[in-house]
């Protein structure tokens, strides 16, 4: 395996892998502290608080090649999960998660720029398979391990910490940025051969397709469990079903770089998408299982295939790219789960997943006209 693709993958598959735990831990988290859980929700949101506080530093982060996001990166998600897994008290938990959000967020910049190139779309998806596969893994490692009675089920986070040490150990002193293609020796160099700036409008679009792809997908993250227990289900029943779209994201991931370039997976991913919205919104506990995983095999590849997008705009420094994925990345983040929740206080959270159509219209209308 290319070395980038690994080092990019098992940042992938960690920070996936955390930043679902961190949302499988609130429960416990709330229990071992004495406080309700809703008085923790905000802890998932450091992921997107990171990328916000980051973005603007991306170019001076990746100036020099990889090595600083990524070594730095690696010990930040290591030494949160750590604090989150151990903390005593809240104080320390807040810490953990804050660690967990910077290093994400460096992670989530370095990973564009590292896979840049004329492979980009299917790199990227081959690393956000790993991403989604460890996350599916994350919340019955907790539950698991909590059912034993014998230890803290927060305790499972620590399983991120060894392959992480490795990545902090083995990324060389002297690695500079790989070449990706002929156009580019260097992600902080021009992508053409000239000085001239990029077209405002034509990036403008590619941030957006991002920040789109990225709603959506957040959008099924963040509620997909609620909408199982409004449907009737005990909350443990539906954290246990709410796993069904991180596995449906998984497997689409996993096929998708044997489909992009062969097949309009943006489309075709993007209808995918809106019959799993039907289907979450129209049924019962069994159809809505069966939509998250039709809903998570369709948006699979439409962050990956608009963050290559992004990353190969004509002109644009790979690292400035980098930037503004992060960038887009931590709006959605923050942004579509709130709006789809202020929608759901209006009316019936069943019908709020309906957001999703028009994100999903307005993506295919961006990718149409870039």
Not at 37 to 51: R, S, V
Not at 55 to 78: C, D, E, H, Y
Not at 208 to 213: D, I, K, Q, R, Y
Request: aromatic content about 4%; some cysteine.
């Amino acid at each position: 395996m290319d070395s980038k693709v690994r080092q990019a993958g098992i940042a992938q598959a960690a920070l996936g892998y955390a930043i679902t735990a961190l949302g499988a831990c609130l429960v416990l988290l709330a229990g071992d502290f004495g406080v309700q859980p809703e008085e923790l929700a905000w802890l998932p949101a450091t992921f997107g608080f990171g990328l916000l506080v980051m973005a603007p530093a991306g170019p001076l982060l990746l100036r020099n090649g990889p090595r600083l996001a990524l070594t730095g990166g690696a010990l930040a998600v290591a030494a949160g999960a750590t604090l989150l897994a151990l903390a005593p008290v809240a104080a320390v938990a807040v810490a953990g998660a804050l660690l967990l959000g910077a290093g994400g967020a460096a992670f989530a910049l370095v990973t564009p720029a590292l896979l840049a190139g004329a492979e980009a779309a299917v790199q990227l998806t081959k690393v956000n398979a790993a991403s989604s596969s460890a996350a599916v893994l994350a919340p019955a490692a907790i539950g698991g391990l909590n059912a034993t009675g014998l230890v803290n089920g927060r305790l499972a986070l620590l399983l991120v910490v060894p392959p992480l040490l490795y990545l902090a150990a083995t990324v060389r002193p002297a690695e500079t940025w790989p070449t990706p293609d002929a156009r580019a020796s260097r992600p902080d160099q021009h992508v053409g051969g000239t000085d001239a700036r990029p077209a405002a409008g034509v990036v403008a679009r590619r941030w957006a397709a991002v920040v789109l792809a990225v709603s959506v997908e957040f959008c099924f993250t963040i509620w997909a469990v609620a909408r199982l227990a409004a449907a009737g289900l005990a909350p443990g029943t539906a954290a246990a079903l709410g796993t069904a779209f991180p596995i449906g994201m998984a497997l689409g991931r996993l096929a998708g770089p044997a489909l992009i370039g062969r097949i309009p997976v943006v489309p075709i991913g993007a209808a995918i998408t809106a019959a799993g919205t039907l289907m979450v919104v129209g049924g019962g506990p069994a159809a809505i299982t069966a939509g998250l995983v039709v809903a998570g095999a369709g948006v699979a590849t439409l962050y990956p295939v608009a963050l290559a997008g992004l990353v190969a705009t004509p002109r644009l420094r790979a690292t400035h790219a980098a930037s503004l994925g992060a960038l887009a990345s931590g709006t959605a983040v923050l942004a579509a789960p709130a709006t789809l929740a202020r929608l759901a206080d209006v009316v019936d959270l069943r019908l709020a997943f309906l957001i999703t159509l028009p994100l999903l219209a307005a993506l295919l209308l961006v990718r149409h006209r870039q």
